[in-house]
T-cell receptor
Framework: ETGVTQSPTHLIKTRGQQVTLRCSSQ?????VSWYQQALGQGPQFIFQYYREEENGRGNFPPRFSGLQFPNYSSELNVNALELDDSALYLC?????????????FGPGTRLTVL | AQSVTQPDIHITVSEGASLELRCNYSYGATPYLFWYVQSPGQGLQLLLKYFSGDTLVQGIKGFEAEFKRSQSSFNLRKPSVHWSDAAEYFC????????????FGKGTHLIIQP
C-alpha cells in the first residue's frame, strides 16, 4: 500500500506566474484535500475534492483552483502568484464514507515566490 | 466558527521526563479530534484520533490523549520522552464526512534536553 505522494518537492516561481502542484492519493482513498502551511503556522484548508468535484473550500481566492482525476489523484493550480503564496502545500487523502475519514498527509511541496 | 488553541508555542522537556501538550477546541457539533506530528521540512504524521467511545485514546510512539468534553480539551501525553520526539505537534478538529477540512492549531514546538 503506497502512501500519499506529492510533486515536485520544491519549486521557485516569480510573482505573477502560475504553478501546478500534484498529488497522488493513498491506495483505496477517494477524497483529496489541500492545505497551505505558512512558515511557523498550522496548515490552513484550501479545498477538498470528492468524485472529481470541489465539495468544500476554505477562505482562499478563486485564483486557487484544483482538479481531481478518475484515479483520485489531484492537482492544485495557483494563478497570478503573490509573495504571500510562499508556503508548504500539503495534500491529504481520505476515504469518505469509510467511517472515519481520517486524513493522511503527503510530504508537501515547498513553493517559494520571488 | 470552529477553532483550535494550542496555548504553548514552545515546550522544553528533559529526555525521560513526562510530557503534556495542551489543546482546546471550539466546535459546534460533535468534534472529531486529531494530533499530528511534523518533523522539520516534512509532512504531517498522524499520532492518534478521537471519534467516539473511550475518551482516552492510544496512539503511535507511546502517545495518548484524553478527550474532556466539559473542558473542550484534547491534551496529548507521553510518560517518557525520547530525543527523537523533538518536533512540531499540531492538534486539529473536523467533522466526519465534513467538506470543510480540518482546522489546525498553530502548533507546539517540542524541544528535548539531554
Amino acid at each position: 500500500e503506497t502512501g500519499v505522494t506529492q510533486s515536485p518537492t520544491h519549486l521557485i516561481k516569480t510573482r505573477g506566474q502560475q504553478v501546478t502542484l500534484r498529488c497522488s492519493s493513498q491506495s483505496g482513498h477517494n477524497t483529496v484535500s489541500w492545505y497551505q502551511q505558512a512558515l511557523g503556522q498550522g496548515p490552513q484548508f484550501i479545498f477538498q475534492y470528492y468524485r472529481e468535484e470541489e465539495n468544500g473550500r476554505g477562505n482562499f481566492p478563486p485564483r486557487f483552483s484544483g482538479l481531481q482525476f478518475p484515479n483520485y489523484s489531484s492537482e492544485l493550480n495557483v494563478n497570478a502568484l503573490e509573495l504571500d503564496d510562499s508556503a508548504l502545500y500539503l495534500c491529504a487523502s481520505s476515504l469518505v464514507g469509510g467511517g472515519t475519514d481520517t486524513q493522511y498527509f503527503g510530504p508537501g511541496t515547498r513553493l517559494t515566490v520571488l | 466558527a470552529q477553532s483550535v488553541t494550542q496555548p504553548d508555542i514552545h515546550i522544553t522537556v528533559s529526555e525521560g521526563a513526562s510530557l503534556e501538550l495542551r489543546c482546546n477546541y471550539s466546535y459546534g457539533a460533535t468534534p472529531y479530534l486529531f494530533w499530528y506530528v511534523q518533523s522539520p521540512g516534512q509532512g504531517l504524521q498522524l499520532l492518534l484520533k478521537y471519534f467516539s467511545g473511550d475518551t482516552l485514546v492510544q496512539g503511535i510512539k507511546g502517545f495518548e490523549a484524553e478527550f474532556k468534553r466539559s473542558q473542550s480539551s484534547f491534551n496529548l501525553r507521553k510518560p517518557s520522552v525520547h530525543w527523537s520526539d523533538a518536533a512540531e505537534y499540531f492538534c486539529a478538529v473536523g467533522a466526519l464526512g465534513g467538506a470543510d477540512g480540518l482546522t489546525f492549531g498553530k502548533g507546539t514546538h517540542l524541544i528535548i534536553q539531554p
